[in-house]
T-cell receptor, first 114, second 114 residues
């Protein structure tokens, strides 16, 4: 069964540094998402992406965040200047173009900011 | 606005006992509802979905859930718990269309004792 893959599985970064989290969605999916889960908290929506542009973003997704689909297969989340509070598990998800196709999630990238 | 409430952050059952994980939702329009399971250090795996068809939905691993509009509930059940069911379970809601963001509940950690 096709799956969403995310790299790296764990990223450790100094505060203030830029990080890029990478995702390869399921190939025939059209909608792409990033969520995050701070340790012990609920999964929160960050951003959705369709047709090469952001379709919705949450309050969390401020100017420090950006997303890109650079080559038609990868989907990246960039955090420009990381803060301690960015430490979390980041999940990528992708979904098809019909209402009966649920979102499929990757295994996540654990981001640790020191 | 949509929201999800999962009653009970921790549920403990004996192996072979009934599993009941509660989920109540709030939505101003007919919702789509999902249950996802998260095993340690893994991503979110879809258990089952409700997308306005049959109100009793069967999923993987013997789980099922019933959509009850009058109670705004979507509780997850399994007749007989297995040790391998120990995980965190998340209920999520979205607007019809399947490509909208998921709003997650806080999760319920299920422990299964021999």
């Amino acid at each position: 069964e096709p799956e969403v893959t995310q790299t790296p599985s764990h990223q450790v970064t100094q505060m203030g540094q830029e990080v890029i989290l990478r995702c390869v969605p399921i190939s025939n999916h059209l909608y792409f998402y990033w969520y995050r889960q701070i340790l012990g908290q609920k999964v929160e929506f960050l951003v959705s992406f369709y047709n090469n542009e952001i379709s919705e973003k949450s309050e969390i997704f401020d100017d420090q965040f950006s997303v890109e689909r650079p080559d038609g297969s990868n989907f990246t989340l960039k955090i420009r200047s990381t803060k301690l509070e960015d430490s979390a598990m980041y999940f990528c998800a992708s979904g098809g173009d019909t209402s009966n196709q649920p979102q499929h999630f990757g295994d996540g990238t654990r981001l640790s900011i020191l | 606005a949509q929201s999800v409430t999962q009653l009970g952050s921790h549920v403990s059952v004996s192996e072979g006992a009934l599993v009941l994980l509660r989920c109540n939702y709030s939505s101003s329009v007919p919702p789509y509802l999902f249950w996802y399971v998260q095993y340690p250090n893994q991503g979110l795996q879809l258990l089952l979905k409700y997308t306005s068809a049959a109100t009793l939905v069967k999923g993987i691993n013997g789980f099922e859930a019933e959509f009850k509009k009058s109670e705004t509930s979507f509780h997850l059940t399994k007749p007989s718990a297995h040790m391998s069911d120990a995980a965190e379970y998340f209920c999520a809601v979205t607007l019809a269309g399947g490509y909208n963001k998921l709003i997650f509940g806080a999760g319920t950690r299920l422990a299964v004792h021999p």
